[in-house]
């Protein structure tokens, strides 16, 4: 006799031979790593400047000229001061008179007398560009992180010994004087006051300029040696936005300009940053220069 199954089983086995089949579990894919970061690397103008022998002996050979200069002046007591009195062009070219007034060598800061070695290295590694805002912080808290430059100490020694006064014109903000104070006292180079020895950008009014400020330092000073990394560390007149970089060059070249560097007025290199940092193909190559290989058969 068959054995007779119940409905309800049935049903049940119907319902069961129609559910879905468990699926496998899919394994998940790894995660895709991200890229790496591209490593941090100075740039050629860092390398040159921070990093290479090259460099150093150049800084310490312009170093040794200039307190080598001043020397000279102070024992000669000049009459002129090598600051353009205003409304000087190069074809009407004019000096402030000295007076009686005790001498001073006035210099630039940044990549003058000091490497800002930490906000520099700080901007490489982390690869964001110049950041004025961190800049800010830079001028109020880096002191012990900037280091004097190749040439300088030695040469302070020299201006200093030679009855000189040291004064410094930079273009730090003046409301950062005392983190500016800190970084060259720190960095070796002496004890610096503001509005006496140490003037800074707001302190005139002409913004950037420095000719407001040279006159300021002028009432009171003969001053025998300008030193800078820009040319507007000599005179305002050179960054007439209107000069095209050749027309500049050739302002540099003006018989009344032109003798007076290395004799009063000193650059430094400084292949990083500023007005001289510009340019177009036929700007820095110019078209009467231009060559290609002969063509082969």
């Known amino acids: 006799m068959k ?6 089983a049935l049903a049940l086995i119907a319902a069961c031979s129609t559910l879905p089949r468990p699926r496998p579990p899919v394994a998940e894919a790894p995660p895709v790593a991200e890229p790496a970061p591209p490593a941090a690397k100075p ?3 860092e390398q040159w400047l921070f990093g290479s022998a090259e460099a150093s002996v150049a800084l310490r050979q312009d170093w ?7 020397e000279a002046k102070a024992d000669a007591r000049p009459n002129a001061s090598v600051v353009l009195a205003s409304r000087a062009t190069a074809d009407a070219p ?11 060598a006035v210099f630039d800061a940044d990549e003058t007398l000091i490497w800002n070695m930490g906000s520099m290295g700080y ?3 982390t690869g964001i560009g110049f950041d004025p805002a961190i800049w800010d912080q830079w001028e109020k808290t880096g002191a012990g992180k900037a280091v004097a430059i190749p040439g300088v100490k030695d040469a302070f020694k020299r201006i200093r010994a030679a009855g000189v006064e040291i004064i410094v014109n930079t273009n730090r903000s003046n409301e950062n004087y005392a983190g500016t104070a800190d970084t060259l006292k720190a960095a070796g180079l002496g004890e610096f006051a503001h509005g006496s020895t140490l003037y800074l950008r707001g302190d005139a009014p002409d913004g950037s300029g420095k000719d407001g400020r040279r006159a300021m330092i002028s009432a009171n000073y003969c001053i025998i040696a300008l030193a800078g990394d820009q040319l507007g560390d000599i005179s305002d007149i050179f960054n007439d936005k209107s000069l095209t970089p050749p027309a500049r060059k050739a302002l540099t070249n003006a018989p009344a300009f032109d003798q007076m560097w290395g004799n009063g007025w000193f650059i430094l290199p400084n292949p990083l940053y500023g007005p001289s940092i510009a340019g177009t193909m ?3 190559f ?7 290989p002969p063509a082969t058969e």
């Open 64 to 70: 040794n000229a200039i307190a080598a200069y001043v």
């Open 94 to 104: 004019a000096f402030l008179a000295c007076g009686d007034r005790p001498m001073a």
């Open 43 to 45: 740039s050629s103008g």
């Open 3 to 8: 054995a007779l199954i119940p409905l309800s």
């Open 286 to 292: 110019p078209p009467e220069t231009d060559w290609a």
């Open 282 to 284: 036929d700007d820095v």
């Open 123 to 125: 901007f490489a590694r």
